[in-house]
């Protein structure tokens, strides 16, 4: 395998090659002017240049992470005032390399972190062994992943590796890798929560208690006479929160759109005055509205008439009471045990998987999904299936139109998306194939020329049920 400082080489030298291609012929920019010759760059040489940045950048923290990891090991406590930190002023091996970076001591001991979860082991006798990691290793080292990519990776593992089986951790490694390289650390991090669900059953509920004793609300009034709310909540805790205000949200988003009276809606039937509020805006007024609701209205909120709590889990968790379930718009799972008694407690929608279905293909009868289709589509889709948006901000649309394609209301003719993907599917001209289980995304051919398609929807996350072989 080509080692990291020649890798670092070959991709240094790539980024001067696409820099100079990104330049025009006559370019009028002064030797040295960064700035200025950036100004000039195509928008393709521009994106180009971006790349390649981006590659230097993944080089360069992976060696660092090794780098990171040989200075926290010749700097162990067992060396003393010969520990290489303290030779050189610092207490610590974080404190060092901190100060070499100029970055932050967390991102420093994330460094070292990685660095050591991903380094090859010696054995007492000299011999060399794979890293702990070995197929987080190998992609941090091919640049195919970033140190933030590795260290969420790593983490997860390394709480879980003295519970969870080695065959079934090996395999979350790979799929969680693969994920890694195809999506952005916040989608990374719901595949990371799903993993660590499946790898650790008995670990969910020590480390449900764990949240919730650290769950908080501070208010205070700075100079200004603003006030200051500041929430810390476990996911049981918030989900009904979440659930209210996100109601209130999406009424008033609906509300503020030119047709929300219908197609072709008359000019001057809509709002007076024109909703312009931000989302955080919206969110603050929807929190101050339930709590006037619950000092002294009688009658339920209209928005929170339909909105419920919905928590998902499989047939045999509802039953033993073991794994792992999941509250609509939350991303951290929650013990089988809480979801049992948020049944019980609260008014909820528990989706079980895996028990006895309701009709839910309406074919021609009906134009808009119903309930029971909209939750079985959020079960597929997982929430936008095109790029993950909170369930909370979709809709279910028809793939094949209802008017225009004569496209039935059902699974195999819905899917999830939010406004933006929505409508850039329809401008782009995108294809979707779904079933009752997958729903895939087939670009257009000026996005791809081979159209090669796409999955989408929570099946990105399903890691192997196998242990992939070697």
């Known amino acids: 395998m080509e080692s990291l400082l020649s890798t670092l080489d070959r991709d240094v030298a790539a980024l001067r090659a696409a820099w100079q291609g990104a330049m025009p012929p006559a370019s009028g920019a002064t030797d040295g002017a960064t700035q200025a010759e950036i100004a000039e760059m195509s928008d393709a040489g521009l994106v180009r240049v971006t790349d390649a940045l981006?590659?230097?950048?993944?080089?360069?923290?992976?060696?660092?992470?090794?780098?990171?990891?040989?200075?926290?090991?010749?700097?162990?406590?067992?060396?003393?005032?010969?520990?290489?930190?303290?030779?050189?002023?610092?207490?610590?091996?974080?404190?060092?390399?901190?100060?070499?970076?100029?970055?932050?001591?967390?991102?420093?001991?994330?460094?070292?972190?990685?660095?050591?979860?991903?380094?090859?082991?010696?054995?007492?006798?000299?011999?060399?062994?794979?890293?702990?990691?070995?197929?987080?290793?190998?992609?941090?080292?091919?640049?195919?992943?970033?140190?933030?990519?590795?260290?969420?990776?790593?983490?997860?593992?390394?709480?879980?590796?003295?519970?969870?089986?080695?065959?079934?951790a090996d395999t979350a490694e790979a799929g969680l890798v693969e994920l890694a390289t195809r999506v952005p650390l916040d989608l990374l991090m719901r595949g990371i929560r799903q993993a660590e669900a499946r790898l650790d059953r008995d670990g969910i509920e020590p480390r449900e208690e764990q949240l919730r004793s650290e769950r908080s609300l501070t208010m205070r009034e700075d100079a200004a006479g603003m006030v200051h709310l500041h929430a810390r909540l476990d996911p049981e805790t918030a989900a009904p929160i979440k659930t209210a205000v996100e109601a209130l949200v999406r009424d008033a988003l609906r509300r503020r759109e030119p047709a929300a009276s219908g197609r072709g809606a008359v000019p001057g039937e809509g709002p007076v005055i024109d909703d312009q509020r931000s989302i955080p805006q919206i969110q603050a007024d929807a929190l101050a509205a339930i709590a006037r609701h619950s000092l002294g209205c009688e009658q339920t909120l209209a928005p929170l008439a339909k909105a419920?709590?919905?928590?998902?889990?499989?047939?045999?968790?509802?039953?033993?009471?073991?794994?792992?379930?999941?509250?609509?718009?939350?991303?951290?799972?929650?013990?089988?045990?809480?979801?049992?008694?948020?049944?019980?407690?609260?008014?909820?929608?528990?989706?079980?998987?895996?028990?006895?279905?309701?009709?839910?293909?309406?074919?021609?009868?009906?134009?808009?999904?119903?309930?029971?289709?909209?939750?079985?589509?959020?079960?597929?889709?997982?929430?936008?299936?095109?790029?993950?948006?909170?369930?909370?901000?979709?809709?279910?649309?028809?793939?094949?139109?209802?008017?225009?394609?004569?496209?039935?209301?059902?699974?195999?003719?819905?899917?999830?998306?939010?406004?933006?993907?929505?409508?850039?599917?329809?401008?782009?001209?995108?294809?979707?194939?779904?079933?009752?289980?997958?729903?895939?995304?087939?670009?257009?051919?000026?996005?791809?020329?081979?159209?090669?398609?796409?999955?989408?929807?929570?099946?990105?996350?399903?890691?192997?049920?196998?242990?992939?072989?070697?």
């Open 308 to 470: 419920t709590v919905v928590v998902r889990l499989d047939h045999d968790a509802l039953i033993d009471g073991l794994g792992a379930a999941h509250i609509d718009g939350i991303e951290q799972p929650i013990s089988a045990t809480t979801a049992r008694r948020m049944s019980a407690d609260a008014e909820l929608i528990p989706m079980v998987l895996g028990g006895e279905g309701l009709p839910l293909d309406l074919g021609r009868s009906a134009r808009l999904f119903s309930r029971p289709q909209r939750l079985a589509l959020a079960e597929r889709d997982g929430g936008c299936a095109s790029c993950g948006q909170n369930i909370a901000y979709v809709d279910a649309h028809h793939i094949r139109w209802w008017e225009r394609d004569a496209g039935p209301t059902d699974l195999a003719n819905g899917v999830m998306l939010c406004s933006f993907c929505h409508h850039r599917i329809h401008r782009e001209g995108w294809d979707i194939r779904a079933s009752r289980t997958e729903v895939w995304f087939i670009p257009p051919p000026h996005v791809d020329p081979e159209q090669i398609p796409r999955l989408g929807g929570r099946a990105r996350f399903a890691l192997p049920a196998r242990r992939p072989a070697a």
């Open 54 to 168: 981006a590659r230097v950048r993944r080089d360069a923290e992976a060696l660092l992470a090794r780098v990171a990891a040989e200075v926290s090991k010749r700097s162990s406590t067992e060396r003393g005032e010969v520990s290489l930190a303290r030779a050189h002023g610092f207490h610590n091996p974080v404190r060092l390399i901190a100060a070499s970076t100029g970055a932050s001591r967390s991102d420093a001991a994330k460094l070292i972190a990685v660095g050591t979860a991903t380094a090859e082991r010696q054995t007492f006798g000299g011999e060399r062994m794979p890293s702990r990691h070995p197929r987080v290793a190998a992609a941090l080292e091919s640049t195919r992943i970033g140190i933030d990519a590795a260290s969420a990776i790593t983490s997860m593992l390394d709480r879980v590796r003295w519970r969870a089986d080695p065959a079934a």
